[in-house]
């Protein structure tokens, strides 16, 4: 198993740009979540989706993020302008939505705003 | 609702002493409980979980937790640490009956191992 795949690894962008962060969970697993690290405030869950559907997007910081899941194999995480503040490590994790849900993360994707 | 709290937030150890990082959690119904370790520079990797049954469970890398469930508490110990266990470390929880949750997870514990 390949594990959850995320892309790009490493993005620097300027600020005012667009971002689109992307995920590919375990295949099978049918839960998806969207975290963000930094040292400030740590481990954030920012959005998670069941079965492709938004469940919970109580943690995304403002309007300028959305997220999409079109299909049961692919999700992104997109910023809308950027901003420095929004420099951090966004990691995807995938789990069943039954049973006891252990999450499984990918590598991450380092997020650096200038 | 479910909440999670790690006790030390850093905890230096010399290499080859003992270790227990601390967990508490507060809900009004069952759990899971899992920690993570997240090594520098990568994800969070599932170190292990307790889903019911014998209350000491034993993980990857040597490590064990044990689950109480009067103190609501959920320790992780390993009784000889390496350098190469320094991370930081997660504990999280996750109410049984409710498919389709998230985990909730602690803010994190760094443990930093000298030699």
């Known amino acids: 198993d390949a594990g959850v795949i995320q892309s790009p690894r490493h993005e620097v962008t300027e600020m005012g740009q667009e971002v689109t962060l992307r995920c590919k969970p375990i295949?099978?697993?049918?839960?998806l979540f969207w975290y963000r690290q930094t040292m400030m405030r740590g481990l954030e869950l920012l959005i998670y989706?069941?079965?492709?559907?938004?469940?919970?997007d109580s943690g995304m910081p403002e309007d300028r993020f959305s997220a999409k899941m079109p299909n049961a194999s692919f999700s992104t995480l997109k910023i809308q302008p950027s901003e420095p503040r929004d420099s951090a490590v966004y990691f995807c994790?995938?789990?069943?939505?039954?049973?006891?849900?252990?999450?499984?993360f990918g590598p991450g994707t380092r997020l650096t705003v200038t | 609702a479910q909440s999670v709290t790690q006790l030390d937030s850093q905890v230096p150890v010399f290499e080859e002493a003992p270790v227990e990082l601390r967990c508490n959690y507060s809900s009004s119904v069952s759990v899971y409980l899992f920690w993570y370790v997240q090594y520098p520079n990568q994800g969070l990797q599932l170190l292990l979980k307790?889903?019911?049954?014998?209350?000491l469970v034993k993980g990857i890398n040597g490590f064990e937790a044990e689950f109480n469930k009067s103190q609501t508490s959920f320790h992780l110990r390993k009784p000889s640490v390496h350098i190469s266990d320094t991370a930081e470390y997660f504990c999280a929880v996750t109410p049984i009956n409710q498919a389709g949750t998230a985990l909730i997870f602690g803010k994190g514990t760094t443990l930093s191992v000298s030699s």
């Open positions: 989706f069941n079965n492709n559907v938004p469940i919970d």
């Open positions: 307790y889903l019911s049954g014998s209350t």
């Open positions: 295949s099978g697993h049918n839960s």
């Open positions: 994790a995938s789990s069943s939505s039954g049973g006891t849900r252990e999450q499984y």
